[in-house]
């Protein structure tokens, strides 16, 4: 094994092991972040290390690390806000921890206690910054994370939920928030609708039909599509905002708005769970409000624009 596949090894397995751990645990062992694996290498692999630095070729590592501790929070906690201007101060953080390897890499002996709580006051402080939330629903008494998973659903039941008629849809389709396999997105091109999908964990090949990033970072334009989908993604990360002590509200809100202005004339928004807060403002001249109860706390909507 190369010493490259050494180190990419050791990152996925790093994040692997640690994936249910709880920053905010009061008992936290910082000495144990490291595996035994990881320190070998940095111990073993100085040379090789310091040689890819000064090739600099560490972006690549950092760019691992950051899209290995994307993916473990994305899965861990649907909710969290990794739009990209966190993401890039996530980046630092991983950055950071580079500098640190390569800096200590050059003394006699290794200072991993010293690494290990850097890293880890680096990330409790991002995370703090980005979505304080975390430290409100994760105990300080449990050494494990509590665990808010994004689930995908089939498309017969997404189609079900959010009452979609397929013989009123109408084409072009954006499914927000589609999912890591695009079930929705793939079964309606294969009834002939031009559909197109987005999401921050999308696994496709097919570039051409998807978007692979945050919707909040997504620019809807104007007048664009005839229908827009949103089973159980934006809709759910909208309400769950209303009802955090530190939500971004109004970037939801304006997001929403966004979202209603870039259905064409005769356009509709699909989507669920319901929006009560917000529709209850849309104004009746511009944009026509159904919505269909699925029990008695739980319904969909749809926003058509006239």
Known sequence: MSVEEEISKSIEQQFITHSRMNLFYTHLDTGQ???????????????ALLQMNNECK???WIDLMTKYAFRTFCTSNQFLDLRNKYLSELRLVYSRLWQDIITEIQKSVIDFDSLQQNHVKRLKNWMRQTNHFVC???DTKSPDIIKVVCAEYSSSLQLKLLHIDLDSLKSPVLDIGCGEHAYLVSYLRELGFDTFGMDRVLD??????????????????????????????????????NERTDSDYLSYANKYM????????????????SLPFIECYLPENIFEVKLFRINDSYSSTHVMRK
């Open 204 to 241: 496709v090949n097919d570039d051409d039909f998807f978007f692979r990033t945050d919707w909040m970072d997504f620019t809807f334009r104007p007048e664009s599509w005839e229908s827009v989908i949103s089973n159980h993604s934006f809709a759910l990360h909208f309400l769950h905002q």
């Open 33 to 47: 972040q490291f595996l035994s694996e990881s320190k070998a290498i940095i111990n073993d692999q100085k040379h």
């Open 58 to 60: 560490g972006d690549e």
């Open 136 to 138: 409100e629903i994760n």
């Open 258 to 273: 966004e979202i209603l202005h870039s259905l064409k004339k005769g356009g509709t928004f699909y989507y669920a769970p």
